[in-house]
């Protein structure tokens, strides 16, 4: 025996051995090698197929498959598509195929041989995280906006406040070029920034006329107990920081940290511009609405100094937009 059969004969017990399916096919689709594992993986004995055409290539994929053949007889290598097919039995089974063209002694190719790994539990183990991580997703949601719905009705007169700073934060954050997942986060704590105010007494909180001294210092710890309140919630995104930060300003005048600059959240940083121009064009028990345009004054006049100039530049651009409060 050559050696050269010795390795023919060699490679072929590892193609019959191997625990991943692995076929082969002419250029016309005809099945020319069918292994063991292929014979448990699909359910057709080698002696159903050889010859005929390749049995596991659905109707509707056919196209997909004609052109991963024609890659292959061009010469390429190809891996890793992943596609559903049907076993013998008709029962699906999801598949990742990665294949290479077969070549005669010139070097010709008459064909190609396909290497096939069963993906079906990965697949299902994927959706069903899919499903969980979705399940968690919305008993997050529903978690938020219970919280919210809590501060509105201890403190009625602000109702749909968190609701307008979300949406004036999500678009000055658009506006800015944020990506989504940093625009949602800033969704969900604005949803919540004024949690905090479940520690603050219902009567101040209603309170009309101006607050004293003691009653503003009370609703002042809003900021730090809504971090409180937040700091347990696991999140992808920095919620409770953001919550706590959207009283911080520019210039380190702000509460309760007393942050300045950059030290605060950008997250934070477009919460307090979005929450100032919300509330100052809103009406409060202790006075009137003021509208928008003194609200749009106060970011323009503290620009750079209370407020970031990047934000105040988005927000601005907003409303000469047409942006409405709602």
């Not at 990965?122 to 991580?133: D, F, N, T």
């Not at 930060?245 to 979005?274: C, F, K, N, S």
Request: net charge neutral; hydrophobic share 40%; aromatic share 6%.
């Amino acid at each position: 025996m050559t050696a050269e059969q010795i390795g023919l004969q060699t490679l072929w017990s590892l193609v019959q051995g191997s625990p991943l399916a692995i076929f082969a096919v002419d250029r016309k689709a005809s099945v020319l090698v069918w292994n063991k594992a292929a014979e448990g993986l699909f359910g057709w004995d080698e002696q159903e197929v050889i010859g005929q055409k390749n049995p596991i290539v659905p109707e509707k994929q056919g196209k997909k498959f004609r052109q991963l053949r024609d890659r292959a007889l061009a010469g390429e290598v190809y891996t890793g598509m992943e596609v559903r097919v049907r076993k013998k039995n008709g029962s699906p089974v999801d598949i990742s195929v990665s294949t290479a063209p077969l070549r005669d002694r010139s070097g010709v190719i008459f064909g190609l041989m396909a290497v096939v790994a069963d993906v079906s539990e990965r697949k299902r183990m994927e959706e069903a995280l899919r499903e969980s991580l979705q399940k968690s997703e919305r008993l997050f949601d529903e978690m938020i906006h219970a919280l919210a719905s809590a501060v509105e009705k201890r403190d009625p007169y602000t109702a749909g406040h968190q609701q307008r700073v979300a949406r004036l934060a999500c678009a000055i954050a658009g506006e800015m070029g944020l990506p989504t997942e940093q625009i949602n986060g800033i969704r969900t704590a604005a949803i919540v920034h004024d949690i905090g105010k479940l520690s603050v007494p219902a009567e101040i909180l209603s309170k009309p006329g101006r607050l004293s001294e003691i009653e503003m210092s009370l609703i002042k710890t809003h900021s730090q107990a809504g971090y409180e309140i937040l700091a347990g919630i696991e999140c992808c995104w920095p919620i409770a920081r953001i919550v706590q930060q959207h009283h911080e300003r520019m210039d380190g005048t702000g509460y309760p940290l007393g942050l300045a600059g950059e030290v605060i959240l950008l997250e934070a940083r477009i919460l307090t511009v979005a929450d100032v121009v919300e509330a100052m064009a809103s009406y409060r028990p202790y006075r009137p609405a003021n509208g928008i345009a003194p609200a749009l004054a106060e970011i323009k006049e503290y620009r750079g100094r209370r407020y970031d100039p990047e934000v105040v530049d988005a927000c601005l651009t907003l409303f000469n937009k047409g942006f409405m409060l709602g």
